[in-house]
């Protein structure tokens, strides 16, 4: 089995002199000799991403490292490294982000990938519930990370669940929409997706 020893990562961040987290992450994988490095970008933001690789028993393309187009939420091949035969391979990188998009930075293809949004987001889906389908439904589609529980097959959450939701005015069996906790707080009312985010938006 191959074994990598990454020594040193230095990570530069071009963002209006900003050294913020920018969420990229780099991924490897490796198919027989090649081993491919991914940037995966986890977060609501573009960036343009360069990576400079140095090591020993690997070979690289010669051509000059350049900015590519990392859009939010997707997974994007910054370079393929080939390893030689026999040897232990290892290797350091310089990766340089930028927020600061260049017309000059290249696009490759991507792959979409879920990312967590500014809330975490349960979805508990009720005995009579319309909207529970649409919305769960949506939120499958989208980019977003979530979490969905039937009540009906969770006693004990249900039992809470309607200890913590006793002063409404709609019993718990009775609604129609799901239960949502958005990063701790709950929800009765929300019964479509864009009033989900909304809510996610509005609140601090």
């Known amino acids: 089995m191959l074994k990598k020893i990454t020594l040193v990562v230095f990570i530069i961040v071009a963002s209006n002199a ?3 987290e920018t969420h990229i992450k780099i991924t490897e994988e490796k198919f027989r000799n090649r081993l ?8 609501e933001t573009d960036y343009d991403v360069k990576i400079i690789v ?3 028993n690997i070979r690289q393309s010669a051509r000059k490292p350049r900015f590519i187009r990392v859009p939010s939420a997707s997974k994007v091949l910054l370079k393929t490294l080939i390893l030689t035969r026999g040897k232990q391979p290892s290797y350091t990188y310089n990766l340089v ?4 998009l260049s017309s000059r930075a290249l696009k490759m293809p991507s792959v979409p990938i879920k990312i967590k949004p500014k809330k975490q987001i349960i979805v508990y889906t009720t005995k009579d519930c319309i909207s529970c389908d649409s919305i769960i439904g949506s939120l499958s589609r989208s980019k977003y990370l979530f979490r969905s529980f039937s009540l009906s ?6 039992s809470r669940m309607a200890v913590a939701l006793a002063n409404t005015k ?3 069996d009775s ?5 949502i906790n958005l990063g701790g707080k709950l929800y009765i009312d929300i019964d479509n997706y864009d009033t989900l985010f909304e809510r996610i938006n509005k609140e601090k």
């Open 153 to 158: 097959e969770k006693p004990l959450i249900r």
């Open 36 to 43: 491919s490095l991914y940037a995966e970008n986890h977060s």
């Open 97 to 100: 982000i930028n927020d600061s």
């Open 54 to 56: 140095t090591g020993k």
């Open 170 to 172: 709609t019993p718990l």
């Open 175 to 179: 609604l129609r929409n799901p239960v």
């Open 18 to 20: 900003k050294a913020q």
